[in-house]
């Protein structure tokens, strides 16, 4: 059957309405850096050989990799394919540079058209990596908490065909119900331009990895999709029953080696079908709220059952069927405020009685109507929102209460893409889409790991703030497998705005969240530390956060970053450099 068709609901109690934006703080950030000694693996693209896709792919690759289980941990891959470690000593300091592993046939396979080197650290004792040239490897990495663990090689496997490359995308770890150990690896495989073929189609390769009773690991299934373009973000469910995968294109099973796989497509949904539609949808603009329902029947105005005040609403039929009910999201004039009916179709108009305040939510806690935006209050709001953000110091001439911080506006940097993400999860049994969402107008801005064992959770954009989502096991009710578990206010128009932005990571407590310019620029954002100020205007309590602007020593591209809970670390070709925040 097709997969249910979705909407992402955000927890409300994430929000923070009271936001008013971030001012630039001029407080120091500690700051220090070493020298790496040899340049880090860095696979230039052939711009005649591979499509924009293929291009981003290589172009936004991050070099760096975190250790969620040791989080002050950093890994990266030099010239000589060793990969080494760096950590935060216990004084705050960089300690030395310590190679962990050499990847092997570095002298066959690091000069033929391959894709960069990919690792993934996946359990407190393994990781897995591609070496992009076709090969992937399951190593035992020991207690990495320790200076002296060397890592292993347990499995290694060819994993290229046709002359295609291969990258990691994701790894997971996990004990089945027997106790035993079950690795899972997702593999992005595909191959350059083609004279015939100017488009190459993108696989992705699900290798499911267990112990026999021999003792040795081998694969245990295989199972391959079929994609246009690469995905934005893919990654396995926390026990590996399905992939979560944001893409452009949607991907589809092609074989299993353990069942064999429906190749029927898979019907589209029924548009006649009221099973997804909202109960209701509404519009606000900055003096009123209107409210639209279908009603099924034929009914006068003698059949309904109308009750407002102030703060509430209850509407329906005297027959007893109750429409909507519940307190309002603001504070309505009830004599100024009317509804009426128009064939099958109850329309509702509220008049506001504080003209420009925004309404989170038509009835607090109902989640089952739909908003519309209306483009005139949609202006009105980004013009109002173009303080939130600064790339400058304010300088004390700037004393004008209503100029910005930032002159950008959102409109310049907003527009959708002509083909609209998608966000889905393909169930590994039956080779389906078990739900599906769309990301019309909710972008993708990053992908982090919060937490230990746990898939990378993913930033979207919802209005102004950046929502973060994190994958769960199943999706036993209308919310779906993901989880609404953060939110970074104001975030998506900051993001919007940062033209040269390359890289964007944030804490795994949410603490904080990051963006890079492709050279010496850092912005960081600060979550929780927000004073409360009384705005001048509307005289109401608003909430403030602090941005820095972290300059790098060096004229380099910037070509990895990743976070800690209180540190910031940023790669360029020979040096790493590292940030404390203290929040």
Known sequence: MAGANITLKPDRLLLNPKFD????????IPTYKMSLSEEIDLVDVDRNDYNFQHIRWFALYNHLVPDQWNRDHVYYVDKSWNVNRV?????????????????????????????????????????????????????????????????????????????????????SYHSDNNGLNVYNCLLLETSAVTPTKEKPPVFLQWLTLQRTEGKEIEITRNRRLEGAVPPEYACFDK?????????????????????????????EPNPDSNADLPAYSWVQTSEDVTVVFKIDGSFDKTDIDFDLTGSTLKVGLKSGAVFL???????????????????????????????????DALIVGDERGEQVMDHDYIA??????????SDVTETPTQ?????????????????????SSTLSRLDGETHRSSHIASLASHQLLFTAALEPAEPPALCLRFDVDGLVWQPTLTGTDDRGPWTHVGTFNAFAYVHAGKENKKFTSCSPDLSFVAVSDC??????????????????????????????????????????????????FVLTKNELFAARIVV
């Not at 009105?380 to 953000?389: G, K, N």
């Not at 380099?556 to 970053?561: A, E, F, K, S, T």
């Open 21 to 28: 934006g971030y001012k630039l703080s001029l407080d120091s």
């Open 87 to 171: 950590r935060i000593q216990d004084d705050g300091k960089l300690d030395e540079i310590r190679t962990v592993f050499k990847i092997p046939d570095h002298a066959e396979f690091r000069s033929k058209s391959r894709f960069n080197v990919t690792l993934k650290l996946i359990h407190e004792d393994y990781a897995a990596l591609a070496d992009g040239a076709g090969t992937l490897f399951l190593i035992r990495t020991g207690d990495r908490r320790s200076g002296e663990s060397q890592w292993n090689v347990e499995f290694s496997h060819c994993a290229s065909s046709n002359g295609s490359l291969c990258s990691l995308i994701d790894a």
């Open 239 to 267: 026990s590996a029953e399905g992939l979560s995968i944001a893409a452009v294109k949607p991907f589809r099973f092609l074989s299993d080696s353990a069942k064999p796989v429906d190749d029927t497509p898979e019907p």
């Open 325 to 359: 009910e519940g307190e309002l999201g603001g504070a309505v004039d009830r004599q100024g405020s009317t509804w009426l009916i128009d064939e099958n179709k109850l329309e509702i108009i509220l008049t506001k009685t504080s003209s420009g305040g925004r309404w």
């Open 380 to 389: 009105d709001v980004h013009e109002r929102l173009q303080h939130l953000t």
């Open 399 to 419: 004393q004008s209460e209503t100029e910005p911080f930032n002159a950008q506006q959102l409109e310049d940097c907003d527009i959708y893409p002509d083909a």
């Open 519 to 568: 050279t010496r620029h850092v912005y960081v954002y600060r979550q929780q530390d927000g004073v409360s100020l009384m705005n001048r205007k509307s005289r109401e309590s608003v909430q403030i956060a602090k941005q820095h602007v972290w300059t790098i020593d060096s004229l380099d591209n910037i070509l990895g970053m990743c976070c800690s809970d209180h540190w910031l």
